[in-house]
């Protein structure tokens, strides 16, 4: 699978933190059910490869990538794991190589214009931009579009239900990532009709 089949299957990526494991299948059903195919598990707890396994085992309409994706050890492990893609929070140049070297499909993190460049010359032009709204939301996003016409962005950090439609109005973006799908709460619980709702409202959120 490449990237552009990735992007053409998502509009929204949920960004999950799993801290069980036993969580991870009935949540990603849970999205999968809400028209929610392309889930970006964290590393930023010590379930996340576990759950990308679990998943990738018994769920097979998701397509699952991670994310927090660091250093080049990780991006290895997360292939190790059945990574489908790699989502980065920021662009290193050994990262980038490793990243390149891989041929995972990969969203590689930036959040300046310096950083587009550099993402750029190591050939990816399609980027993830964060954090979205503290870097500068939709209109820095919109700066980018002068200088880098061929860069297209999934914004992601601080984007929600009520202003993922501004971002969705700007050509570059092609799909966002958010955490609001998978609230820690309603995991907690084993909310999965709720957060089916979520997913359902999410993939319509997209014009």
């Known amino acids: 699978m490449n990237l552009k089949e990735i992007i053409d299957a998502t509009s929204v990526m949920p960004v999950m933190v799993v801290e069980r494991v036993e969580d991870a299948v009935p949540l990603a059903r849970a999205l999968v059910d809400g028209g929610i195919r392309v889930l970006e598990i964290t590393l930023r707890t010590a379930a996340g490869l576990d759950a990308v396994r679990a998943i990738r085992q018994a769920v097979p309409d998701a397509i699952v990538g991670v994310g927090t994706i660091a250093t080049p050890e990780q991006l290895q492990a997360?292939?190790?794991?059945?990574?489908?893609?790699?989502v980065s929070p920021g662009s290193t140049p050994t990262l980038l190589k490793a990243i390149a070297a891989s041929g995972l499909p990969f969203f590689p993190g930036v959040a300046t214009m310096s950083e587009v460049m550099q993402?750029?010359?190591?050939?990816?032009t399609v980027q993830k931009f964060f954090p979205a709204v503290a870097a500068g939301g939709t209109k820095m996003l919109d700066s980018f579009r002068g200088p880098f016409p061929q860069v297209q962005f999934c914004p992601t950090g601080g984007i929600n239900a009520q202003n993922a439609a501004d971002f969705f109005k700007l050509p570059n973006v092609v799909c966002i990532g958010g955490s609001w799908l998978t609230p820690k709460e309603l995991v907690s619980a084993g909310s999965w009709a709720e957060i089916t709702q979520l997913a359902r409202e999410a993939s319509a959120l997209k014009p």
Do not use: H, T, V
């Open 78 to 86: 997360s292939i190790n794991a059945g990574a489908q893609f790699g």
């Open 119 to 124: 993402a750029l010359e190591s050939g990816f």
